[in-house]
């Protein structure tokens, strides 16, 4: 996978929350388009869900409706995400305005 990578955190000890969510997307070998999506503890392995887009459009927007869901994590369970890592040689996310990443890493809807 090689047009989209970013790693997001949300951490507030006080309330047990440790969570990390990954998203890569690109195409494999076949030249199939496909969406990795590894969520769960910080630290931990986390479960990975696979999703097979019919192109690069569909591939962008199962990523943007995914960094837009993260984007309200501050209202669903006290505290939003922040990004730790971000590969966009694609340039996904200028695309991406509603919930885009701010100066400071949050990412907001």
């Known amino acids: 996978m090689n047009r989209f990578y970013a790693m997001l955190e ?23 388009w496909l969406v990795d999506v590894t969520y769960g503890r910080i630290g931990a392995g986390g479960r990975t869900i696979r999703y ?3 192109d690069e459009a569909e591939a962008r ?15 669903r369970i006290g505290v939003g995400y922040q ?15 509603p919930g885009a990443p701010r100066s400071d890493n949050q990412v907001y809807a």
């Open 10 to 32: 949300a951490s507030n000890p006080e309330r047990g929350h440790q969570r990390a969510y990954r998203l890569e997307a690109g195409t494999d070998l076949f030249g199939e």
């Open 52 to 54: 097979l887009a019919r």
């Open 61 to 75: 927007k199962l990523v943007q409706q995914s960094l837009k869901r993260r984007g309200t994590a501050r209202k």
């Open 83 to 97: 990004i730790k890592e971000l590969s966009d040689p694609a340039g996904w996310l200028p695309a991406f305005s």
